[in-house]
């Protein structure tokens, strides 16, 4: 099924940012700044006004603009490579830059009215720079340069393609035109066009630098531009391309000349370290600064937050934690400072202060276990009348942090009223309008008040720099917030503020504390006949949005919250999840089962919440695939076996016929949408990205192919202490099956011997990064599922540093086969051969602690049903 409206040719050039003429050669990616794109600007560089996406050097070399955070995924190079490689430029003449925030420029407007049934979730909005009728973004500002969520290559991959194109088609037309031939005779390779007979004695060829005046007075259409599009057969880069995929950051990473934030070192610049209330929402109440500026270096001691400046925590979004700062003239100084300040402090540590992480475990496995007080979110037929005695379990995931290897950093100088940072961040926008936020001295934007974030922006520039890791710690900017306050409290010196690694474990966004109950009536042949689910979780919309447990507001001010947190990406309501996270695994729980209920628990805020590699895929796919298996035994069936019954043939889930009033598929259309162009040409726009079992079907079958599922479960059943475990889980789009071999032996030791995973994410644009970020996200899975636990009493984290929350070490780590599988032919045929691509950073992920834990039961250990598995076995 798909979705058709109406637009002109020239609205979806510019929208695109592929353009008219030579705008190709040099646009940003919203139509108001389109006519900065002209080639006699380009020529000799940049724009005066700002930077494009790609850009032709008078010389011809070309310069591509990195608009997307890199945190060693390889965006930078992978899209850059994209457009390169359909604009057929040499990659020894290419050149990527990195972006500073500029979400607004960089964002890409649905080209047609917008209709009340239009199927993307993003915000209505108008168009930037007009008062014209609000239209819908195809990528929202907020989202053009948001490192989150495994959407970079999904966004851009198609925009990034057509600027390459246009520019090769134009290319080829200028060449035609010198040569006085027909432009389909010719052809573009590596930065040249070739004319007829190119390949003969007195074939003629040029280079792009000479065609660069009669390229720019092309006007391709986009009817044009899109058949000019390569077939995959004639990739360079993508895919299967000739040539191996470019990596631009892979030497500089290797050879230790990488900027990473807390490289970076700014004339005159003092390093502050804070130190900050243990719990969420305490304040300061007093300090003695002289023990700290008796230290040799010391220059300042001061708060963090202004008199009256609420202290983050839950409710309060970004505001860093209360917290004082010393500010010396070296990193050593300010931490010697910090040490003496500590003693001197006193906090009123607020409504969280008697927060126990092990009582409210008690209170989501209470509430998981009723229907009382739950939202349904989906319902399926009869489960009460269909449920009989069914079997049973209930799974916990403790609050997880991120730990990415580079603690938080950020540099920042307040001068004439504007303020300059430089950071490692996954939300170079949010970080940009709270610095100029705090550089105006004025209070958060409303939601869609696109006239204050503009406001908000224009008084910060942010310098992204390489993130050494994020997994979703660095797309919270608390530590951006941090240095501006410090910053405007010392105009015209930078301030840089660096987290130690006992901060980044004690003061994270912590990943939600779930439970999740089942129920499973079992038929006479074993499938289950009825499901019911129940989730708990702590959202991390409680923590972006005030709520009754956020100390010093008033009922008017909570009620008010809670309407801007409802109208946000499916915010929901407090203490319920947002539509993001029940999206994540709960509302498109995948089994074909003829009975299912599945209901949203309450569970309140008590410490910050926030995102961590995969975010609710972790407990969703933790429990519902642990509980897969426990059914296959229940039945006495091969978990494989049973796994793809429980799958079925296949099928495109109906959501919305099962009650899920708006699926939130990472923020992305379920449906393919088509527009009939001026002439009458039905052209697709945006692909649909549809919950399809089908292809879940296919990553299960091919992991237990990989892995020799059938030959190793015959040769284990006589074996004591060997088992396999299965797991599949589609997350941000992908499919991924997880196949896990271990062994127990008679001191409940556990080794970990080897783990078989498998990816379907469309086109696998590139390759090599794809297999990476598969075993990355397979040693990160590993790592939270064996050993990962935060712990709090009195408020406070208890954990400190890697000695107690410990990650995967290398003799721990399993021999890991990762594998790329394409989508089933049937499905490849609906999308015309042209599968588009889908996140990879996290979906590798989830499926990984299920199939661990049902290897252990396999080998005959214990059933685990909480993380970390340490608790019941010891990891090798």
């Known amino acids: 099924m798909s979705k058709k409206f109406k637009v002109s040719r020239r609205a979806f050039l510019q929208t695109a940012g592929v353009g008219a003429g030579a705008v190709v050669f040099g646009s940003y990616l919203t139509p108001a700044l389109q006519a900065q794109?002209?080639?006699?600007?380009?020529?000799?560089?940049?724009?005066?006004?700002?930077?494009?996406?790609?850009?032709?050097?008078?010389?011809?070399?070309?310069?591509?603009?990195?608009?997307?955070?890199?945190?060693?995924?390889?965006?930078?190079?992978?899209?850059?490579?994209?457009?390169?490689?359909?604009?057929?430029?040499?990659?020894?003449?290419?050149?990527?830059?990195?972006?500073?925030?500029?979400?607004?420029?960089?964002?890409?407007?649905?080209?047609?009215?917008?209709?009340?049934?239009?199927?993307?979730?993003?915000?209505?909005?108008?168009?930037?720079?007009?008062?014209?009728?609000?239209?819908?973004?195809m990528?929202?500002?907020?989202?053009?340069?948001?490192?989150?969520?495994?959407?970079?290559?999904?966004?851009?991959?198609?925009?990034?393609?057509?600027?390459?194109?246009?520019?090769?088609?134009?290319?080829?037309?200028?060449?035609?035109?010198?040569?006085?031939?027909?432009?389909?005779?010719?052809?573009?390779?590596?930065h040249r066009v070739?004319?007829?007979?190119?390949?003969?004695?007195?074939?003629?060829?040029?280079?792009?630098?000479?065609?660069?005046?009669?390229?720019?007075?092309?006007?391709?259409?986009?009817?044009?531009?899109?058949?000019?599009?390569?077939?995959?057969?004639?990739?360079?880069?993508?895919?299967?391309?000739?040539?191996?995929?470019?990596?631009?950051?892979?030497?500089?990473?290797?050879?230790?000349?990488?900027?990473?934030?807390?490289?970076?070192?700014?004339?005159?610049?003092?390093?502050?370290?804070?130190e900050r209330c243990p719990v969420a929402n305490g304040i300061l109440l007093s300090y003695d600064a002289t023990p700290a500026l008796a230290v040799p270096g010391v220059r300042f001691v001061l708060p963090v937050l202004p008199s009256g400046y609420p202290a983050g925590g839950v409710g309060q979004g970004f505001i860093p934690h209360a917290g004082v700062a010393v500010v010396a003239t070296n990193t050593w100084a300010a931490w010697q400072g910090r040490r003496a300040l500590k003693p001197t402090i006193q906090w009123n540590k607020g409504p969280?202060?008697?927060?126990?992480?092990?009582?409210?475990?008690?209170?989501?496995?209470?509430?998981?276990?009723?229907?009382?007080?739950?939202?349904?979110?989906?319902?399926?037929?009869?489960?009460?009348?269909?449920?009989?005695?069914?079997?049973?379990?209930?799974?916990?995931?403790?609050h997880l942090a991120q730990a990415p290897m580079e603690p938080p950093a950020a540099i920042a100088l307040f001068k004439g009223g504007r303020m300059e940072v430089w950071a490692p961040t996954q939300n170079p926008d949010g970080a940009?309008?709270?610095?100029?936020?705090?550089?105006?001295?004025?209070?958060?934007?409303?939601?869609?008040?696109?006239?204050?974030?503009?406001?908000?922006?224009?008084?910060?520039?942010?310098?992204?720099?390489?993130?050494?890791?994020?997994?979703?710690?660095?797309s919270k900017p608390d530590y951006i917030v941090e240095a501006a306050l410090l910053a405007k409290q010392i105009p015209g010196v930078p301030i840089r503020v660096q987290w130690t690694r006992e901060d980044d474990i004690k003061f994270s966004y912590y990943n939600a504390a779930s439970s999740q109950h089942y129920e499973a009536a079992l038929g006479a042949d074993g499938r289950p006949t009825a499901l019911l689910q129940r989730s708990a979780l702590t959202s991390f919309f409680g923590t972006l949005f005030p709520n009754f447990d956020t100390p010093g507001l008033s009922a008017a001010q909570v009620a008010g919250a809670a309407v801007v947190r409802a109208e946000t990406f499916g915010g929901g309501e407090y203490p319920y999840a947002s539509g993001i996270e029940r999206a994540q695994g709960l509302e498109d729980m995948p089994f074909d089962i003829p009975n299912i209920r599945i209901e949203n628990c309450q569970a309140r805020n008590h410490i910050r919440v926030g995102w961590m590699r995969s975010v609710a895929n972790i407990?969703?796919?933790f429990g519902i695939c642990s509980f897969a298996d426990e059914m296959a035994h229940a039945a006495r069936r091969d978990s494989k076996d049973y796994l793809l019954e429980l799958i079925g043939a296949g099928r495109i889930l109906p959501l919305s016929a099962e009650e899920v009033a708006l699926y939130r598929n990472n923020e992305l259309p379920v449906e393919i949408i088509k527009v009939p162009f001026s002439g009458g040409k039905i052209t697709q726009v945006l692909p649909g990205f549809p919950p399809d079992t089908r292809r879940l079907r296919g990553v299960a079958?091919?992991?237990?192919?990989?892995?020799?599922?059938?030959?190793?479960?015959?040769?284990?059943?006589?074996?004591?202490?060997?088992?396999?475990?299965?797991?599949?889980?589609?997350s941000f789009l992908s499919y991924v099956g997880i196949v896990a071999d271990v062994s127990l032996n008679d001191r409940n030791e556990v080794t970990i011997n080897d783990i078989f995973g498998v990816i379907d994410c469309g086109l696998a644009v590139n390759r090599d990064r794809v297999m990476a970020q598969m075993e990355g996200g397979i040693?990160?899975?590993?790592?939270?599922?064996?050993?990962?636990?935060?712990?709090?009493?009195?408020?406070?984290?208890?954990?400190?540093?890697?000695?107690?929350?410990?990650?995967?070490?290398?003799?721990?780590?399993?021999?890991?086969?990762?594998?790329?599988?394409?989508?089933?032919?049937?499905?490849?045929k609906e999308y015309e051969g042209n599968v588009p691509p889908t996140g990879v950073g996290e979906p590798p992920t989830p499926a990984v602690a299920p199939a661990v834990a049902n290897a252990i039961f396999a080998a005959g250990g214990p059933r685990i049903r909480e993380i970390p598995f340490k608790k019941f076995v010891t990891v090798l």
């Open 139 to 190: 990528v929202p500002p907020e989202g053009s340069q948001f490192a989150d969520s495994s959407r970079s290559m999904t966004a851009y991959y198609t925009v990034m393609r057509l600027y390459g194109a246009g520019i090769r088609l134009a290319m080829i037309r200028a060449a035609a035109k010198k040569w006085g031939v027909d432009p389909k005779e010719c052809r573009a390779e590596k």
């Open 194 to 274: 070739y004319g007829p007979g190119s390949r003969s004695i007195g074939g003629r060829s040029i280079d792009y630098r000479w065609l660069l005046l009669g390229a720019g007075k092309e006007t391709p259409t986009y009817e044009e531009i899109n058949a000019a599009l390569k077939k995959p057969e004639e990739f360079r880069y993508i895919g299967n391309g000739k040539e191996k995929m470019p990596f631009v950051d892979a030497s500089d990473m290797v050879q230790g000349k990488a900027v990473y934030g807390a490289d970076v070192d700014v004339p005159g610049m003092l390093t502050a370290m804070i």
């Open 701 to 730: 079958e091919a992991v237990a192919k990989v892995s020799g599922w059938d030959e190793k479960v015959k040769q284990y059943k006589n074996m004591k202490g060997r088992g396999l475990g299965i797991a599949v889980h589609r």
């Open 352 to 398: 969280h202060k008697d927060y126990d992480s092990t009582e409210f475990r008690k209170e989501l496995e209470a509430a998981t276990a009723t229907s009382d007080k739950t939202k349904r979110v989906r319902n399926k037929g009869n489960v009460d009348a269909a449920l009989g005695t069914p079997v049973k379990a209930t799974y916990y995931v403790p």
């Open 37 to 137: 794109g002209l080639i006699s600007n380009l020529i000799n560089g940049f724009p005066v006004s700002g930077v494009p996406v790609v850009a032709l050097k008078v010389n011809g070399d070309v310069v591509i603009i990195a608009h997307r955070p890199e945190m060693g995924q390889g965006i930078r190079s992978s899209l850059a490579a994209v457009l390169a490689d359909e604009m057929e430029a040499d990659w020894k003449r290419v050149t990527v830059k990195q972006a500073d925030a500029d979400a607004v420029k960089y964002a890409v407007i649905f080209p047609s009215e917008v209709p009340t049934n239009y199927p993307l979730p993003h915000p209505y909005e108008k168009i930037p720079g007009t008062q014209k009728p609000k239209v819908q973004y």
């Open 619 to 621: 407990y969703h796919a």
């Open 779 to 828: 040693v990160y899975g590993l790592s939270y599922a064996l050993l990962g636990e935060i712990t709090v009493k009195t408020g406070a984290v208890v954990q400190n540093n890697f000695d107690d929350y410990p990650i995967l070490r290398i003799h721990q780590t399993p021999k890991i086969h990762t594998y790329i599988q394409d989508p089933p032919a049937d499905v490849v």
């Open 432 to 474: 940009q309008q709270l610095a100029g936020q705090v550089a105006l001295g004025l209070p958060p934007c409303p939601p869609n008040d696109e006239a204050c974030q503009e406001k908000m922006r224009a008084a910060a520039t942010l310098h992204m720099t390489l993130l050494g890791g994020g997994f979703g710690r660095k």
